[in-house]
């Protein structure tokens, strides 16, 4: 067991082991994208107050989802790499962040796009909409940070503080983010309000929720490999994958 | 201890002895809100709603301003190192020079604030919760951007890239306590405002210079 933990953690063990999941992480990404975009988009019934333009929500929930989640994802890596000295988690960070922000900007995009239909405005100061931005701000600064070190170890390392300070304030600045709204103005529009879901609806965008988070996963893993035979291009080993190929 | 007071009496003489690094803030901030009235209208009635705002919005950018200057000038002479070699924990040296910080930029903000809020014609009964609110919530803004100050300041363009870091994470104190005075012209309670402040920079005092210290080795061995 221990062994097996202890190949996992270098980039060589990883490379070689990690190979055998790339393929079903693929196909299941596909598939359940597939069908419960099919289904969400053709076949479950339409909402009885938004009509067709609720469909946003297969793209937009899956994308928030993960918004959230890659972001404590990245920290749980820094926090493993701070601590354990293990690269391998700061190479998975690396290749997070900007998938992260690209997600929050998927899930601020449709929610803008949801927005004009339902609100009747591209941009409301709603307190969920303002946190995702206030998220986006955050992954760009830990993007940014990594970019502005010259030497890769420093900005590893001073990316991984970041992202644990950033975690840590994500709940505080949501929570304080949903006071505010309420201080100011009565909540108009709210996601959660609406009356609970047919099954018809929910089963495909959980689907959906399940594709995002294979597709993140398998997206990760084919990067991580990639940089690890990046960084470790001057060993050996990679020399002799090379030739192998070759 | 001994050495904790030693760093502060060391810091405050210094920062004492460059007045205009002590005054620049404050200058910058009477100006931002000297541009508004000039921007958006000198109507005193629009004035007083979006006077709380105003005054925490520049006085939160007048303070970020500073924050750049916290380790800088002992980076570059050197003795940021040697408190890095010294055998005192080093979160208490760094807790030390943000107090200088708070004592030499926040607290001079939020003495300031009333005045400008005259200016501004902010509503009366207000302006001891603004002058109070600024100097709780100054006090966690210096804690939080000494993270980002320890981290860019091994970087030779770090200033943006501060701001960047740190404006997300100061989003709480803004809103509380900009919510502090506005709950004081509209008559309600300040109390929970202002304890909410108290508990961020409890939280913030507990966690910060733990943070400071791990990014300020990363800024020094990285």
């Known amino acids: ?246 | 201890m001994v050495a904790v007071r030693a760093t502060l009496r060391r810091d405050l003489v210094l920062r004492m002895r460059g007045r205009s690094e002590v005054l620049n803030p404050l200058v910058f901030f009477a100006l931002v809100i000297t541009l508004f009235p000039l921007g958006i209208s000198p109507d005193p009635t629009l004035l007083a709603t979006i006077a709380p705002g105003l005054l925490w919005v520049a006085a939160l950018l007048a303070a970020l301003l500073s924050l750049d200057g916290v380790f800088r000038g002992d980076f570059e002479d050197g003795s940021l190192e040697q408190l890095l070699l010294s055998p005192q924990p080093l979160a208490a040296l760094a807790l030390s020079k943000v107090a200088v910080h708070w004592l030499l930029t926040g607290l001079p903000l939020a003495l300031m604030a009333p005045l400008l809020g005259i200016m501004l014609s902010l509503p009366a009964g207000s302006y001891g919760v603004l002058a109070l609110s600024l100097a709780l919530g100054s006090a966690s803004l210096s804690l939080i951007g000494a993270i980002g100050a320890a981290l860019t300041v091994g970087l030779s363009r770090g200033g943006v890239l501060l701001s960047l870091l740190v404006l997300p994470l100061y989003i709480p104190v803004l809103i509380f306590g900009a919510g502090a005075v506005q709950a004081a012209i509209q008559g309600g309670g300040v109390a929970a405002h202002l304890a909410i402040l108290g508990a961020l920079l409890a939280a913030a005092l507990i966690f910060a210079p733990f943070a400071i210290a791990a990014s300020l080795r990363i800024s020094i061995n990285g």
């Open chain 1, 1 to 246: 067991m221990w062994a097996f933990i202890h190949k996992l953690g270098s980039p060589k063990g990883f490379y070689a082991i990690s190979a055998r999941w790339l393929t079903p992480l693929w196909l299941a990404a596909a598939a359940l994208i597939l069908i419960g975009g099919t289904w969400g988009l053709a076949f479950s019934p339409a909402d009885y107050q938004q009509g067709d333009s609720f469909r946003i929500i297969y793209v937009h929930v899956p994308a928030a989802f993960l918004a959230q989640s890659i972001f404590v994802a990245m920290a749980a890596a820094g926090f493993v790499f701070m601590v354990w000295k293990i690269k391998l988690a700061d190479m998975a960070a690396a290749m997070m962040a900007p998938l992260g922000a690209g997600m929050t900007f998927v899930a601020l995009f449709s929610g803008a796009v949801w927005g004009v239909p339902t609100w009747g405005t591209w941009w409301q100061w709603d307190a969920r909409l303002t946190s995702m931005l206030i998220l986006f701000f955050l992954y760009i600064g830990v993007i940014a940070l990594r970019g502005a070190f010259a030497s890769r170890d420093g900005g590893a390392r001073a990316a991984s503080v970041l992202a644990m300070v950033g975690v840590i304030n994500i709940p505080i600045i949501k929570y304080s983010v949903e006071w505010w709204y309420t201080l100011h103005q009565p909540a108009t529009f709210s996601i959660t309000s609406k009356p609970a879901m047919p099954a018809a609806m929910w089963l495909p965008l959980l689907l959906m929720v399940l594709g995002f988070y294979c597709f993140f996963i398998a997206v990760t893993l084919m990067r991580t490999r990639s940089e690890i035979l990046r960084r470790e291009s001057s060993k050996r080993w990679v020399r002799a994958l090379v030739e192998e190929q070759r």
